[in-house]
């Protein structure tokens, strides 16, 4: 009978321990009011009202960043600190940014023991904490951070660890569940609505910053380069001498002396002429707007010729160029290599087995963002990830299903109405494909509206393509030229010539190569102003 109530009362007490074990060690909800529970900063930079307010779209509470451009500072004490160094710890939060976050924090901070007196009513942004958990955006700044806050048992200072590479944060107004989970192994892994997005080893060096583990050795503070020590692996040769015959004024072009003007070049033809199909507008005011002048065209009898205005010598290369001489460069003699100061012990150096977590004493939200709209909701401590697991699936889970399919909805609503605004688009498109110019082009322009309107998707797509073929052939027209009849051949074919090579007497580094020299003839292309 006795053993019978023994083994009874073992199992009642096993099940006790699985079911404390099973609980949060803590959880907050918002489901209350938050005052009371939680103290607001009284410090005067944080003016940031919070409220405890409905997620949009949701009867479920949380705590609501109210106001724009402001300081925001709260704290909630634990009944006991939460020892991070024996088993696994899980830190887990809601945020649902419903306003969006372009420049704003939404972490927490897991606070460490305050010394003796201190008033939670003066948190702020130096109040000490262990771990730094959670979404941050600003400019180039986009990621979930995880920051650890170290004591070096060598010099007595904290140190921050900054996870190297952290995830970044989902950009859209949804509600998402941010996890921490650390192991007894010196594992850290990070989880976005239960989904890992990192992992990382406290201990090792690629994956926080500073690593936790100082370096043994560091450079000597106080040795210094020697005044005699040459890093210059080259130097000039010392003995070496421009040669005589080195000509550095020589010019690198210069004019062809055996080219002459093509036949039928038109010396008195000038490239561009008066339109002679323009008027003046009839409200044109020579006071107001100033004497009229006529628009320029390109000269029609030029088409046909191999050119017009003054014909000048082409320019060739100059076979006498050599430019500016340098000594060629030679291995340096004295060359000792790049100075680098010697290693010696580094005092703050110290072993590890695991990080030497502080506690963490209490929970703190201190932020500064340009939005408001920001929701915290079901914090979470816990030494379970199956405790952590089974709140994520039944708070956030269903809210976030809600939202997506809102979503949706509204994505598809915006769809509709958009199409009936590009459709307006399109008519524009069917009449700019009928402009002359586009002629050639017209049944391609035809078959792509023809898509967008059968395809909504890739509607955007379709106006950017139009645009650009719209564009480019205005361009063309505008700058390209007309194409001539004929090429004209030149009266003298004049050959690339190559600059004279160096010997190892010298160098010559302010050679040019110009696009010019691709196309070089005795005759100058035609330029119209348009073109200078």
């Known amino acids: 009978m006795m053993g019978g109530r023994a083994l009874l009362l073992l199992l009642v007490s096993a099940l006790l321990v699985q079911i404390r074990a099973s609980d949060p060690v803590l959880y907050e909800s918002f489901d209350e009011g938050f005052e009371g529970r939680w103290i607001v900063s009284k410090k005067d930079e944080y003016q940031g009202v919070w409220k405890h307010a409905k997620s949009d779209g949701h009867e479920d509470y949380g705590l609501l960043v109210s106001e724009k451009a402001r300081k925001y500072a709260i704290i909630k004490e634990l009944d006991e600190p939460v020892t991070l160094k024996d ?95 650390l192991k007894p192994d010196n594992e850290v892994r990070i989880l976005v609505d239960g989904e890992e997005k990192k992992k990382a080893n406290f201990l090792s060096a690629d994956d926080f910053e500073p690593a936790l583990i100082p370096p043994k050795t560091i450079p000597d503070p106080e040795d210094k380069k020697p005044e005699d020590w040459d890093e210059r692996a080259k130097i000039p040769d010392p003995d070496a001498v421009k040669p005589d015959d080195w000509d550095e004024d020589a010019p690198m072009e210069i004019e062809d002396e055996e080219a002459t003007k093509p036949e039928g070049w038109l010396d008195d033809e000038p490239e561009e002429i008066d339109d002679p199909e323009a008027a003046k507008p009839e409200d044109w005011d020579d006071e107001e707007d100033g004497e009229w002048e006529a628009p320029k065209i390109d000269n029609p009898k030029c088409e046909v010729a191999p050119g017009c205005g003054e014909w000048k010598k082409p320019m060739k290369q100059n076979p006498a160029y050599k430019g500016k001489w340098h000594a060629p460069m030679i291995d340096n003699p004295n060359y000792k290599g790049i100075w680098k100061p010697q290693e010696i012990p580094n005092p703050e150096y110290f072993e590890l087995d695991k990080p030497d977590f502080d506690p963490i004493a209490a929970i703190g939200i201190e932020i500064w963002t340009m939005q408001d709209g920001i929701l915290f909701d079901n914090i979470l401590i816990a030494d379970d990830e199956k405790v952590a697991t089974s709140i994520l699936e039944k708070t956030w889970k ?53 898509k967008g309107e059968q395809q909504p998707n890739i509607t955007i797509g379709i106006l950017v393509s139009v645009i650009v073929v719209f564009v480019t052939v205005l361009f063309r027209i505008l700058f390209g030229g007309k194409k001539p009849a004929a090429p004209v051949k030149p009266a003298v074919e004049v050959k690339k010539l190559k600059a004279t090579e160096t010997d190892g007497a010298g160098s010559s580094g302010d050679k040019e190569e110009k696009e010019d020299d691709k196309e070089e003839t005795t005759a100058p292309r035609r330029r119209s102003r348009r073109e200078t």
């Open 398 to 450: 269903p809210k976030y299903e809600v939202e997506k399919e809102k979503e949706k909805a509204e994505e598809a609503a915006a769809g509709a109405d958009g199409l009936s605004e590009f459709q307006k688009v399109f008519d524009i498109l069917y009449k700019i494909a009928d402009i002359p110019f586009l002629a050639p082009y017209k049944t391609k322009i035809i078959d792509v509206i023809e």
């Open 87 to 181: 088993g696994t710890v899980v830190l887990q939060f809601e945020v649902r940014l419903q306003n969006g976050l372009e420049c704003g924090g939404a972490y927490i901070k897991y606070i460490r023991p305050q010394e003796a007196g201190w008033d939670a009513k003066e948190f702020d942004n130096e109040t000490p904490y262990t771990i730094m958990f959670g979404p941050d955006k600003c400019g180039s700044t986009n990621k979930v951070h995880f920051i650890l806050k170290h004591k070096n048992p060598m010099t007595g200072k904290y140190v921050e660890h900054h996870l190297k590479f952290p995830p970044s944060v989902p950009y859209d107004k949804l509600s998402h569940v941010y996890t921490a989970i």
